[in-house]
């Protein structure tokens, strides 16, 4: 059984740091691809990062560009999302999600987590 869960939100001042995880189960990262979307309140999911497979990590939000980073675990059961220098428009509520491949479109991916808030406020 396919199972996503995601952990490590809350609250952060500005320019404060978080660390999101994404522990996966009954598949192996080997052969599948985890992306990192957010969404804030009125607004459409939007893809953040991605890792392939073989440890591509396409970019897909300009926006945390040199402030967020993808990484997995050597276990290959864990994806981590590193925020740094965080700002109020970042808050979201984060998503990880399985798919073959990285995509931008979140229709590309076929299974999600649950969602993990990250509020960013003084």
């Known amino acids: 059984q396919v199972q996503l869960v995601e952990s490590g939100g809350g609250l952060v001042q500005p320019g404060g740091s978080l660390r999101l995880s994404c522990a996966a189960s009954g598949f192996t990262l080997d052969y599948y691809a985890i992306g990192w979307f957010r969404q804030a309140p009125g607004k459409e999911r939007e893809g953040v990062l991605c890792?392939?497979?073989?440890?591509?990590?396409?970019l897909y939000a300009d926006s945390v560009k040199g402030r967020f980073t993808i990484t997995r675990d050597s276990a290959k059961t864990t994806v981590y999302l590193q925020m740094n220098s965080l700002k109020p428009e970042d808050t979201a509520v984060y998503y990880c999600?399985?798919?073959?491949?990285?995509?931008?479109?979140?229709?590309?991916?076929?299974?999600w987590g649950q969602g993990t808030q990250v509020t960013v406020s003084s």
């Open positions: 890792i392939s497979s073989s440890g591509d990590r396409p």
């Open positions: 999600a399985m798919g073959p491949s990285c995509r931008y479109a979140a229709s590309r991916y076929n299974y």
